[in-house]
């Protein structure tokens, strides 16, 4: 099963990194525990995304000013029709988007 699930991570990791994506990025603070257990720290450098596997690596980098964030998915989100990923506070802060709200990014697998 591990070997199955292993596989299929490899394999969307492939197919989400083929291909550029300019996505809709917003950030959040608030929360307890995220989708996969752990405790939410707001300024971790985490994401949620709907549909990546608990503990894809990520580099998000913002459009307008070019800096980017390494992060690691342990949620799911956002549940905002328009946004495709949601950064914690603290890798928003490393783009530079907490004044903002919301950002187009793009979005790269990186493991």
């Not at 990791?13 to 083929?18: I, K, M």
């Not at 596997?53 to 307008?64: D, N, Q, S, W, Y």
């Not at 070019?66 to 990923?85: E, L």
Request: aromatic share 6%; with cysteine.
């Amino acid at each position: 099963m591990g070997l199955i699930i292993g596989a299929l991570i490899a394999l969307l990791s492939l197919v989400y990194s083929q291909r550029a994506h300019a996505e809709c990025a917003s950030w959040y603070f608030e929360g307890s525990r995220t989708a996969n257990g752990e405790k939410f720290n707001p300024d971790g450098l985490t994401a949620a995304h709907r549909s990546l596997p608990f503990g894809t690596i990520l580099r998000v980098t913002h459009k307008g000013n070019g800096r980017s964030v390494i992060v690691r998915v342990n949620d799911r989100g956002p549940f905002i029709a328009g946004r495709d990923i949601d950064l914690s506070r603290g890798a928003a802060r490393q783009i530079g988007m907490l004044g903002e709200g919301v950002a187009q990014v793009s979005v790269e697998v990186i493991r």
